[in-house]
């Protein structure tokens, strides 16, 4: 018997979902004796990876798990999932570190900004905004304010509704649930003389790096 991988990319198309994958390059500001990134570099942000323009891609979906877990530094989120790669899918090539978003999931966000202040712009990539409050320092009341746009790095604009600088204000929404590619790396099966067949990778969560 000969495994034939036309049979495998037809069988997966059939049960499989759409991604996104953004494949991972160094950033150039990392410091080769260290491996440390420069915390003020503006092309990765302090992360020591830039990610590159996204591609579609699909693939079967085995198994998603996503949890809250507490650490010394704060609250992050964690998690995985499995994916059946076929051999005619972008994310066949994918490797360390690459970015891989769910087109068909969502999640849902909620985070306290301080308008105008440095850290006033979204940590996660919306797919919508469904509310915006803050306390008025009056009436100790609850405000709606208005649904603002956002920019590629998270900065936020209103046409009205915007919250008073200086206060704090939670932003509420929605946005695609996205992976890397971290320590277990893409598995090829490396029978049939090395026929390019379905590959196993496993993405995680790994919130610190998901923040933009």
């Not at 004796?33 to 590159?52: D, F, R, T, Y």
């Amino acid at each position: 018997m000969r495994l034939n991988p036309a049979h495998f990319n037809r069988f997966l198309a059939n049960i499989g979902q759409q991604f996104l994958w953004r494949p991972a390059t160094a950033c150039p500001c990392v410091e080769p004796g260290s491996l440390a990134p420069q915390p003020n570099c503006p092309h990765c942000l302090g992360k020591g990876q830039i990610w590159g323009t996204a591609i579609e891609a699909g693939a079967a979906s085995a198994g998603q798990k996503t949890q809250v877990t507490w650490a010394k530094m704060g609250q992050y989120e964690a998690g995985d999932i499995v994916l059946t790669v076929p051999e005619n899918s972008p994310l066949w090539d994918a490797g360390q570190f690459d970015r891989v978003t769910m087109l068909n999931a969502t999640d849902k966000f909620s985070q306290v900004l301080k308008r105008g202040s440095p850290g006033d712009r979204l940590l996660v990539v919306p797919k919508e905004i469904t509310r915006v409050t803050w306390i008025d320092k009056a009436t100790q009341a609850i405000v709606d304010g208005g649904i603002p746009t956002w920019d590629a790095n998270g900065r936020l604009t209103w046409a009205q509704g915007e919250p008073p600088p200086g206060m704090n204000y939670t932003i509420t929404g929605t946005r695609l649930s996205e992976y890397f590619i971290y320590m277990d790396l893409p598995r090829n099966r490396n029978m049939h003389d090395g026929a390019r067949l379905p590959k196993m990778t496993v993405l995680r969560r790994w919130d610190l790096l998901g923040r933009r």
